[in-house]
């Protein structure tokens, strides 16, 4: 049974940092694909970026590139999402979602994905 855990949100300034952790249990190989996605009130959830197995299958939304690093720790089953120069449009609560295989221009859309954690709130704020 999979199962996904995120950690590391809470407050921060405007052009502050956090890390978001996602712990992924269940999985019987590395051959998974794991991203992030975000949901703000009243707005849609959006994909915010996505890992395969190795920098050259990493994904990142406009909004958040130069300013967001996904990576990976296959040895802990954890995808870390670094979230820096926070604005208050970051504000939301982030979603880790799994799903096997290697998944490329369907990324973001939240079909793609069979497995989600329960989510943990960001807010940009002063």
């Known amino acids: 049974q999979v199962q996904l855990e995120e950690s590391g949100g809470g407050l921060v300034q405007p052009g502050g940092s956090l890390k978001l952790s996602c712990a992924a249990s269940?999985?019987?190989?590395?051959?998974?694909?794991v991203a992030w996605f975000r949901q703000a009130p009243g707005k849609e959830r959006e994909g915010v970026a996505s890992?395969?197995?190795?920098?050259?299958?990493?994904n990142y939304a406009d909004s958040v590139k130069g300013r967001f690093l996904i990576s990976r720790d296959n040895a802990k089953n954890t995808v870390v999402l670094e979230m820096n120069s926070l604005e208050p449009e970051d504000s939301a609560v982030y979603y880790c979602?799994?799903?096997?295989?290697?998944?490329?221009?369907?990324?973001?859309?939240?079909?793609?994905?069979?497995?989600w954690g329960q989510g943990t709130q960001v807010t940009v704020s002063s």
């Open positions: 979602a799994a799903r096997w295989g290697f998944i490329r221009s369907s990324w973001a859309r939240q079909e793609a994905y069979d497995f």
């Open positions: 269940g999985f019987t190989t590395d051959y998974y694909s």
């Open positions: 890992i395969f197995n190795g920098a050259g299958s990493i």
